[in-house]
């Protein structure tokens, strides 16, 4: 074992321990934990607007297929399973182009839906 024992402090430090997961003093902190802040803002988004385009899904099952709540309710807990991944996906491991771009692909999907009907 060689080293032992070993110094008090690591060598260049001035005393102050560095806490593990936390920024020094005085460093701008850009991120909440481990998940960085545009992860938080892009999962938010692509919820909403996952969760807009699931209920416009919904009505027009019902409207156009004239099927009853069962198919409705189907139809709704499969968006809704697919927004849940998609969402995960989004928090934990895609690229910050792919997730502004699902994002962005949504919320134009969403709007030309709710404007055309």
């Known amino acids: 074992m ?3 024992p070993l110094p008090a402090r690591p060598p260049g430090r001035s005393g102050a321990a560095v806490r593990p997961n936390r920024s020094p003093r005085g460093a701008k902190r850009t991120s909440f934990g481990r998940v960085e802040a545009w992860r938080f803002i892009a999962t938010a988004l692509t919820v909403a607007v996952g969760s807009f385009m699931v209920l416009g899904l919904m009505a027009n099952v019902r409207a156009r297929r004239e099927t009853g709540a069962r198919e409705v309710a189907r139809t709704g807990v499969r968006g ?3 927004v849940a991944v ?3 996906l989004t928090a934990t491991v895609l690229p910050p182009v792919v997730c502004w771009s699902l994002v ?5 999907v969403t709007s030309i839906v709710m404007i055309t009907g």
């Open 104 to 108: 962005g692909a949504g919320a134009l």
């Open 80 to 82: 809704g399973l697919a």
């Open 86 to 88: 998609v969402a995960a």
């Open 2 to 4: 060689r080293g032992w």
